[in-house]
């Protein structure tokens, strides 16, 4: 354009909420017009303003859907911590009753993207971070070869993007409408398991090498919540099921959020990763659902502090206090002794620990 370049300045007051077909949206900052001749019509400036408004707010309702601002995941969950970056292996659970990355049971659909276990009495559903990951394929489940390898199957930054998680964190949304009165593995309470591979208490030697019992798989740490009575707890099993730490050792704290066994919406998250020291175990839980009112409740890093077993792990070729610091290929899902409960969007997402975004 020819002519004498100026400047128009617009103040505008923000909307709470964009709706592109809205005549004028308004905005706090002011928007600047280029003007280039003085016949440019006011009107055409006011056209202009409305589509430039109309498409940014188009596209700031499409980012937000969709996750991409950065902070929540596809679900609209709020993350504690920032995506690791590239390769990384995540799961996002997009509907699949029979996910062919589950391990050991299915889930069963309930309605209006809910779903239910397949057995609510011991629910036992594990995402595995490559299909082709099982007990003929993994060379050693002796724990001390593999913490020195630092991971199970796959190194967590493997090319193909399905290497072992290392430092994650996993989400479900889930509500508890009736438990069962069952003492077996406890009353009744959800978990949240990052483990090797199968929480098995079967004494048939595994691997490749067949050098250690399949109880060795365990590999786990268990992140537990019981919504009778609000009390939170962790736990960490090195064989299974004579190497779960003593209880009275395991971090605990009662009543760490209102009883929730009505049914309401309830969001737990498990965060797990690596330190200089050891392991890091983070427990969140947002007891309104929304999935932006997250309160760390419980947290503990395995220093080598942890222990002793309850019935020793010698077996598996490590120490009563051995920190599970390797990498890993089955992230569980469990339910015990519960007669209605219902979850959904459940992800898993690798994470860098130095980017806390919602950590508190």
């Not at 964009?18 to 006011?46: C, G, H, W």
């Not at 020195?148 to 479900?172: M, R, V």
């Not at 779960?244 to 009543?255: G, N």
């Not at 947290?299 to 610091?325: I, M």
Request: proline letters at 6%; a negative charge; one cysteine or more.
């Amino acid at each position: 354009m020819s002519g004498t370049e100026s400047t128009v300045s617009f103040g505008f007051q923000a909307e709470p909420l964009f709706n592109p077909l809205l005549n004028m949206a308004e905005f706090d900052a002011p928007i600047q017009i280029v003007r280039y001749d003085s016949t440019f019509e006011l009107n055409t400036v006011r056209r202009m303003t409305r589509l430039v408004v109309a498409l940014a707010s188009v596209t700031g309702f499409l980012n937000s859907a969709r996750g991409q601002s950065g902070d929540v995941d596809q679900f609209g969950i709020q993350k504690i911590y920032a995506d690791a970056p590239p390769p990384i292996n995540n799961w996002v659970f997009k509907g699949d009753p029979r996910d062919p990355r589950f391990m050991e049971q299915h889930i069963v659909p309930a309605g209006n993207g809910w779903f239910r276990p397949e057995d609510p009495v011991e629910m036992r559903v594990e995402v595995l971070s490559d299909t082709s990951a099982n007990e003929r394929t993994i060379e050693t489940f002796d724990v001390a070869k593999v913490l020195a390898k630092g991971c199970l199957y796959k190194p967590p930054g493997s090319p193909d993007g399905k290497g072992d998680f290392l430092n994650i964190e996993q989400t479900w949304r889930l509500r508890v409408v009736k438990t069962g009165t069952g003492a077996r593995n406890g009353s009744a309470h959800i978990e949240l398991v990052p483990g090797g591979f199968r929480q098995t208490s079967d004494k048939a030697l595994t691997g490749r090498d067949r050098a250690v019992p399949a109880s060795c798989e365990a590999m786990s740490y268990h992140f537990n919540v019981y919504p009778i009575t609000g009390r939170v707890k962790m736990e960490k099993d090195s064989d299974h099921t004579t190497g779960y730490t003593i209880d009275e050792r395991d971090p605990v704290r009662l009543r760490a959020v209102p009883r929730f066994d009505d049914g309401r919406v309830v969001i737990q998250k498990a965060v797990l990763y690596r330190t200089s020291a050891g392991m890091k175990l983070e427990m969140y839980l947002d007891i309104t659902g929304r999935g932006d009112r997250f309160e760390k409740v419980l947290e503990y890093e395995d220093r080598g502090q942890w222990g002793p077993t309850v019935g020793g792990n010698a077996e598996c070729d490590c120490p009563e206090n051995v920190v599970l610091s390797m990498a890993r290929v089955a992230i569980g899902y469990r339910c015990d002794n519960m007669i209605d409960f219902e979850f959904k969007d459940m992800s898993i997402r690798s994470i860098d620990p130095s980017r806390p975004l919602h950590a508190r």
